[in-house]
Every structure is written in C-alpha cells, then in structure tokens.
C-alpha cells in the first residue's frame, strides 16, 4: 500500500463581498499518494484553482476564506499551520505552476534571480551557490544556463513556463500543483511543456495534481481523476475508471462533447445551460437543471456518494438503486 | 434611399434611449457616494453664495467702519472684523463669488480652447500635429504661479489678467486628451462610413470623438476648479491677482498675516473658505470619475 | 541609451527656446517704458532716447530677442532695474536657499508619502486605508499660504516652539519645509497606493508567496520594485514644482530664496528680473525633469534594453 502523501477531507471556501457570499469549494475530498498524478478536472468557475491555492494557503485571505475540512499533508492538516510554517511549505515540500506564464515571473529581475530565490529561501547556501543551482535547473528544464541574467520580456512564452517549472522544483518538493500549466500555451508547446513535467516528475517522484480542463492531457500523465463541478466532486476513480466507465451524467456530458477521432460524428454534443452561480447555489445536486436523467428527489438535500465499483465514487442518485441491490 | 435613413432614425433612437438609461445609471451611482454627495452640496452653497449673498448677510463687504475694528467672532459677527471693521463673515460670502467666477472662467477658456487645439492637432496631423504639441509642452514648462506672476508683471493687476494666466496654464489637459480621443477614432470603420455619407470634419467631431473624451474633461474639469481656485487665491495672495477692496480670500489672508499674533480670526476663516471650496470640488470630480467609469476605481 | 538622451536633448532645447519667447513676448507688451522707470522723473526726454538707444528698445522685435537670447547663451539674462546687478547673479545668490528648501521638502513628503501609500495600498479598505486617503485629499486642497500661517499660529505663537521666519537657526527649516511638501507628501502617496494597488494584483506576486517568500519581502523586493518607476516619476515631477512653487511659501515665511525674489520684483515692476528669473527657473525645472526621464530610462530594464542591440536579439521560441 502505497504512503498517502496528500488527503483533502470535505474542505470549503468561500469568498465574501459585501453581503454576498461565493461558495467556491464545496466539500472536496480528494486522497494523493507518493508519486501518484491525479488530474482535477472542471470546467472555468467549478472551483478547481481555489483548491489548488487552498492547498498553498494562498486563498486571498479578504474577499477569500477556507470555512471547513482539512487538508492534510504528511500527516498535518495544512489549515491549522501558522504563517511561517506554512512558508516553510511552499516552494520546498508543495509547489504550484501557474496557468499563465506571461505574467507568473517579476519583470525586474533576471530569470536567475528568480530561480535562485526559491533556492536560497529553504536550503542554507550562499548566493552564488544558489545561482548555479538556478543554472543547472535551467539546463534541466531545456534552457541554457547562460541565459541567466536575461530578464522574463526576452523569452517566449513555452520558454517562461519553462523557468516557472524550474522554480516550482528547484528544491525538490514532494507535490506539485500544476494549475493549467498549458492552457495558455500553443498546442505544439503545450506537448513539449507536458513532456517535461513528465519527465522531471519521473526523475524526482513527485507527485502531480494537475487542474485542468483538458481530458486528453489527463489521459497522457494522470493515473486517477476527480471531475470537479460546481465544487463538488461529482466522479473520482482511475484512469481507467473514468475514461472506459463513465457514470456520472456530468462527466459523459464532458466526454460528449469531445471530437472523436474515431467515430463520424454530425454534431458535438455540449452540454445544455450553464454551471449554477456560486453565489446562489440550488438545493440538492448542482447538475440537476442540466442533466437529461433528473429526478424529483435529485433536487432535495444532500447528494450522497456511492461506490459503483472498487475506489471508483460517483455522486449521483442514480447509483442508489445499484446499491441497496 | 428612404429606408436606408428610417434605419438610421430607428438607431439613432436606440441610442438615445440607451443613452438616457446610461445617464440614469450614472446618476444612481453618484448619488451612493456619500463623500461625492458632500461635495455637491458643499458646491451648490457656495453657488448660493456667490448669487444671492444678500440672504445671507446684510452687512456691506466693503464699507468700512473703524469704530469696530478687530472684534473677534460673536453673535452679531460670526467670524469677527477685520482691520477695516469690514465684517469678515460677509466678505467670505462675498469671496465665493469671485473664486467661483474665476475658477469656472478659467476652465471654461481652457477648455475650449483646450479641445479646439486637441482637434486640430489630432485631425490635420503631423506638422500642425507636432507644433501644437511642443506649443503645449512650452506652455506646461512654466509654473502656473510663475506665469501667473509674469502676465500680471507685464500687464498689472486684475481679475481678467488672473483669469487668462489661469486659463492658458490649464490648456495643456484638455488638448491631450481630445488629442488621443481624436487620434483613435478618427481611423475607424464608422467614421469613413459617416464621411461616405457626406458628412463633414465638424459633425465626425461633434458625433464620434466629442461623446467619447466628455467624461474624463467634465472629470478633469472639476478637478481643474479646484486648482484653479487654488491658484487664483494663491497669486492674490501673492499681491497678484483680485486688486483691493474686492472681498477675495487669498487677499484677505495676506491682510491678514501682519495680524497673526493677536487677531488670528482673520487668517482662520478666508483659509478655511478655501480648503472647503477646493475639497469639494475635489470630491465631486472623484464622484463624478467613480460614477462615469466605476472600473477606474481602486 | 545615447540616442534617447540625444533625442530628449532636442526636444528639450526647442521647448526652452519657446518658453523664452513665450516670457520675453509677454514681458515685451507690457505697458510702461523702461526708460522712465530707471531714469526716474527728472530725466529729460533726450536722456531717454538716448537710453533706449543703448539698450535696443528702439529695435524691432525680433532684434530684441534676438539679442536677448545671444544674451542667455553667454550666461547674461539682463540687469535688475533696481540694484543695475545682473540678473543671473541675483538669482544664483539666492538659488542656494531655494535648493535646500526644496530638497528637505521633497524628502520629508516622498519619504512619508511613499510609506503611507505603501500602508494604504497593503491595507486596502480598511480604516487605515480610508483615513489616509482623506488626509491625502485634504493634503491636496488646503493652500500652501494658509497651511504656513496656521502652522506659525500653531507652532510660532501658541506654542512658540518654532520660529516663524528667516532662516537663521536649523529649526527655521522645519515650518517651511513641511509647509511646501504638504501638497507633494499627498499627491506622491496617492501614486505610490495606485501603482501598489496595480502591482499587488499581478501573477509574479502570486509566484512570489508560492515559493515560501515572507510577506514583507514580497511586498518591497517584488511589488515595491515594479510599483516605483511611476512613484520616481511622481517624486521628480513635484520636485521640479518645488522650485517654482516655494514663491507662496517663501514669501510667508519670509525666506530669502529665489521665489521671494521674483514676488518682491514683480510688486516693483522690475521687468529684467522677473523676465530672467521665470526665465531661469523654468529652464531649472525642464532640466531636472529630463534628468528624472533618463534616470526611469535607465531603471526600467524594457527600455534599457531596447536600446542595447545585443540582448534583445536572442529572443526566440
């Protein structure tokens, strides 16, 4: 039994401005273990970057706040850290990619600096050292390390996600949080800066949560997934659990609305409406108004998870029926 | 032909209702600001003031009568006399009406002399172009004091004199603005479809680029009454600006100043009149920037 | 780099060069003729041809300034109608105080201005935030003049801590010092919270925290570092308007620098002097303006590195 790195019992955020209150994450539990990558996926809004920076305890703490659940890592729950243990974590023992690299690197200092930054924080070297640490990373993630005294404005896009990604693992963390680490990217690129995130996590076994809305990126790293909707997890299993068993009417919505290769297909089928405001969420399942097998009772309280099959969990009414069989 | 200028009419239509649903929306969210709100009042007294300063007060802001001299604030004499045994309190009535004369003077000139020269400057380019503009950073090099200092050097002391060096430092603004306004609208697809129809430099100005640049200049203009009341009270404080006896704060403060020590009534108020009269132009022109373009908003 | 500084350089002459015409045209309508003023009464009407004779004011206009601008070119911006000094020494012998003044000012406003704005910005919609904000706009519409007097009120005559004029004792610089700054002090801290405001949101402040960075770290090495190019602006642009805006506070404070100089010349009609002081003064300011540009040139590394050919080569996919 492989060690359970990452566990994320029922956690909920939510964000508060003025009187009205968006509730973000609703009561995500979710279980990483040591080297194991877990794809996130949702749609933009279902609350998938608040986990990830919840996660870091980076939830901008006015309009933001975590109001429920733990995350434990290694054993400690997260939320209860204090600030300077906290610091302690990230960049060290949890790292986070960020989603778009244009911006994700300060202007005024040289991509050396910026590496050497997260190096000099957490292991007891001097400046230089740190800076040829930064160098070698760079080599490792495919820039030469020459370029160091070059400002973020003289390189391209593929190229600065590079330097983020050798930020995020220059002092080897144990879990990296990868938050639609392509989504800005061009596609070509996109397969360069997937493979390299492969690569180096192999190289270092660590572990991957990727948030994304990409199914096809999930299906080439990821080896289990948690389909996020209206910040709830509504479908959680293997690869193979989810691509080749689909259950939950949200997810075959997503999986719908895919081109496929394969099969002739006249028409995508997206899915019909939109995704509940958060700041006004329905009683009962969020999916309700879109889903094409709705029933009354779906509508009306909590909806509970149930188990269609070995570590495969869906949050549907549907699987009630199976159940009590 | 005909159906073509009923599409017209039908749109146009659109846009005024569109337009007066916007304005509505404006005003609503001016009104919630209470700080902007202060500030209108604060205005709108002294327009008060300024019109009808008789309701207020029946004393004479001129006549002298020395028996009274130096009497410090009581009922009779809300801010005490001065050392003409004017009344001080009238006299800063009396006061509103010469910065506001001022202040809106000023900014109107500037202002329209402002957006004739930011349209020309924007609309027959490059040589008339950059003259205009150097002649506008020429203008911005000197100080609003220090021109105000040389016009009424050269050419004495007045309201008028005050007036124009005012206005001819605040131009620079308003050019700019309408300048950039210009400069972007004047490439786009309606407007060539406008000139296809006939119509001339003047309307494309008055249609397309005037509404465009109206609510940063009515924001900039309201900010500029507050300098400019600033600067006029400033330069007639200065021995510079509203001759003697006209009732003018920044004056009254000057006479003031050999009296600081003993009589300190008669630098407090006219000082005060100022700082409210700036403030809440101040305010306003914030409320009014919060309320046209809420995204501006820090 | 050169070429911008050249580029500024250009510019820069030809606005000099208009805002001496500007000055001299204005001064050169004025009505009243010089002659009579420096001859005074008893000087005949010979006298007086003869004076304006040897000072060009028969010449035509452009002769005049012709001339005048040969003038400036050889450092001599004319004489003062009542001392007969030259100009340029009179100012030069005040430029000194006018300097100092301005320097105290512009370090006490850009020091407390630059830290409450960093406040207010790190503390948005708080309380703090919103009473410095007020004090800032109360900052912005109190004039200098009645700033000074109630501050002599405050501080000369109630609690007579401080003298109220000269400039004799270290302590003389305090009242109008804070007096000039005030407007500065106010309108440097609302540029440095808006520009802390746009940098606090960005990404790279994000990335920052993510790496374990401390707080206040982040908040000068990273957000403080990028919000400063328009906060150095804002510092040398009110610099620049302390030398042409000390005139009010000089004068109540009774300071000997070059704005009381100007103020006490106009009221006599000494038309040299205020046409080279205003002259001078101006040029001062466009010259410490240009030095603010090319110093941001120099800071922001977009620019720098526009102009530097190598660098900006390698850029590729």
Redesign the interface.
Known sequence: MAEILLEIKDLMVQYKVGNEVTKAVNGITLTLEKGESMGLVGETGAGKTTTARAIMQLVPSPPGKIVGGQILYDGEDLIKKNASKMRKVRGHKISMIFQDPMTALNPVYTVGEQIAEVIQLHQNVSKREALEKAKKMMELVGIEGARHDEFPHNFSGGMKQRIVIAIALACNPSLLIADEPTTALDVTIQAQVMDLIERLKEEFNTSLLLITHDLGIVAEVCSKVAIIYAGKIVEYGTLDHIYNNTKHPYTIGLFGSIPNFNENVHRLKPIPGLMPDPSNLPEGCSFAERCKDVMDICRRGDIPVYEVEPNHLVKCLKYCKQREK | MTEIFKTNEKISELITIKKKSQTREIITRFLRNRTALLGLIIIVLMVFCALFPQTITHYDPIEQSLREQFIAPNSTHLFGTDEFGRDVFTRVVYGCRTSLLIGVTAVAISGVIGIIFGCISGFYGRIVDNLMMRGIDILMAVPIILLGMTIVAAFGQSVLNLTIAIAMASIAPYARLVRVSVLSVKEKEYVEAARATGANDLRIIMKYILPNCMAPIIVHATMNIASAILSATALSFLGLGVPAPTPEWGSMTSAARAYVRDYWWLVTFPGMAIMAAVFSFNLFGDGLRDALDPKLKN | MIRYICKRLI?II???F??A???FT??Y???GDPADFILGDMATADDKALFRQQNNLDKPFIFQFIHYINGILHGNLGTSYITRLPVLDEILARISVTMKLSIISITIASVIGVTLGIISAVK??SLTDNVIRILA??G????????G??L??LFS?ILGVLPSSGIDSWKSWILPSFTLGTVSLASIMRIA??SM??EIR???V??????????IYVITK?VL??AFLPIITAIGYNFS?HM??A??VE??FSVPGIGKL??D???V?N?PL??GG?IF??FF??FINLAVDITYAFID??IR?QYNSQ??K????
């Open positions: 510019s030809l606005v000099l208009g805002v015409f500007l000055i204005i001064m309508f004025s009505p948005q919609y706009m109360v912005v519409s109190m004039p200098s003049f009645w700033e007097l109630m002599i009120i005559v919270r808006s405001l746009e960005q990404d790279y994000v990335t920052a925290r993510a790496k374990g960075q401390k707080e990273h570092k990028n308007r042409g805006g005139a009010v004068t109540v100007l103020v010349a106009i009221r009609k038309v205020v046409q205003v003064i101006a300011m466009t590394p977009q590195s660098k900006s390698r850029k590729e996919g």
